[in-house]
């Protein structure tokens, strides 16, 4: 055969390889596309989500102190309330029992507090006698 003679053609067969391979390369295009939006959109939603908490926490404790402040008026509303109710020698009484109930909380806070300064003295003793032990142990091994 001679150098100048070509392969038959088959009509159509260029127009379905081209239109095969256009749909490849979209295929492609479309996953890459894809991997891109999808990772801008992955960060735009951690960044709403992370300020969406942000705010939350601060509307959570904005509610806090607001129930806070409404439990302390209400309280206070209705200690006035009762002692409004009461004759004097009814409120010098209430006046006392409740000084006697907050002598009792800050007797029995100190006590506390000087437990907690004894057991933490206690455990402070205790890591310097394990300490002195582990020295002369390795003053032994010498």
Known sequence: MADNE?????PGVDDIANTLHAIFLAGVG???ASTEKGSELFKSLVDKGQATVEEGKA?????????????EDTKN????????????EQRASFVASVQRAADEAEEEANKAAGAAEDAADQVAAEAVSVDLDAD??????A
């Open 30 to 32: 479309a996953i890459a």
């Open 6 to 10: 070509t392969t038959p053609q088959v």
């Open 59 to 71: 509307k959570n404790a904005e509610l806090i102190q607001n129930v806070q402040t409404r439990v």
């Open 77 to 88: 509303d209705a200690i006035r309330a009762y002692l409004k109710t009461l004759s004097p």
């Open 136 to 141: 002369s142990e390795v003053d032994d091994e």
